[in-house]
Structure formats: C-alpha cells, structure tokens
Nanobody
Framework: QVQLQESGPGLVKPSQTLSLTCTVS??????????WSWIRQPPGKGLEWIGS???????YYSPSFKSRTSIARDTSKNQFTLQLRSVTPEDTAVYYC????????????RGQGTQVTVSS
C-alpha cells in the first residue's frame, strides 16, 4: 500500500519561496507508469493541479503555475519536492501530493495534506 506524506513550513512570507517535500512509502517513485503530482485546495475552492514528475523523471506543469514552479525528485530518499516562487496570499491553501496514472491525473493514493499560509 503506497502512502504519501507532505512536509514543510506552514507559514511563508509574501514574495518568498514555498518549499514542500513528499515522502513516499510502500512503493517506489520510479515504478513504471507512476506519476507524482502536487495539487492544492485554496479556502472555499476546488482542487487545483500544480504539476507532476513522471517515473522516468520528466516534469509537467499547469500553465497557471509553470512560470514560478519547480518539481524535482530524490530517488535515493524516495521523495519528490515542490518549489513555488514569489508567493502571495492567494497561494494560501492545503497542499497535497498524490500518485496518478498520467501527467495530470491524481487518481491514486494521496497524502493527508499540509496547510500553507502566506502572510507577513
């Protein structure tokens, strides 16, 4: 059973970089055909797909986030990471990592989520 766990600061100041790590257990992030996504849910809104990294290392980004987002992985630690630059209060949300069967899908196991607040 694959499990995911998000970690990172809960408070980020405006204009700074939000950095989160997803640790995967019970399976490998290099497993064939697995895609690993970051998604978020702002208060009162639906889920937003931010981007993903594939089992072979390629990355995919939502056009809404592409200019200020980087997703990377550390296969030795079975982790993948999110960096979201130049954050504003509108980036306040619960951030999730999830597994999926395609670059923009997150139809598999999902972490419990981590609240990130952008405020000075």
């Amino acid at each position: 059973q694959v499990q995911l766990q998000e970690s990172g600061p809960g408070l980020v100041k405006p204009s700074q970089t939000l950095s989160l790590t997803c640790t995967v257990s019970g399976g490998s992030i290099t497993t064939n055909y697995a895609f690993w996504s970051w998604i978020r849910q702002p208060p009162g809104k639906g889920l937003e797909w931010i981007g993903s990294i594939a089992y072979f290392g390629s990355t995919y980004y939502s056009p809404s986030f592409k200019s200020r987002t980087s997703i990377a992985r550390d296969t030795s630690k079975n982790q993948f990471t999110l960096q979201l630059r130049s954050v504003t209060p509108e980036d306040t949300a619960v951030y999730y990592c999830a597994e999926g069967t395609g670059p923009t899908t997150y139809n598999g196991p999902r972490g419990q989520g981590t609240q990130v607040t952008v405020s000075s």
